[in-house]
């Protein structure tokens, strides 16, 4: 994998204006993944959307990372029961499309 399409920690932390161990705790939670090479940490660009919104979370609304963890969880897993009830409503609709036809 080329760094070209990483983001290296140390520019993102700059140009957000945050501490380095900010997105190492992160790592070390699990809510993130730190690439390393060429003796130097990336991101990758996938994961910026969620960085930023539990950025947001840590210093806007001052959520300490226990509770990042916590609600990082409980968004995917509505996210999880979004998709699965989609999915139940379309084949729902497949099934009253049946009925009227017949």
Known sequence: MGSKNLIQIKQFCLYHEIENT???????????KII????????????LPSIEKMM????????????????????????????HLTNTQNKLRIYEEQEVRE
């Open 56 to 83: 947001r979370m840590h210093y806007d609304l001052n959520i300490n990372l226990e509770g990042i963890d916590a609600i990082y969880h409980l968004l995917n897993k509505i996210e999880t029961l979004q998709q």
């Open 22 to 32: 900010f997105i190492k705790e992160l790592n070390s939670y699990g809510l993130i």
């Open 36 to 47: 390393f090479e060429e003796n130097d940490e990336y991101l990758e660009p996938e994961q």
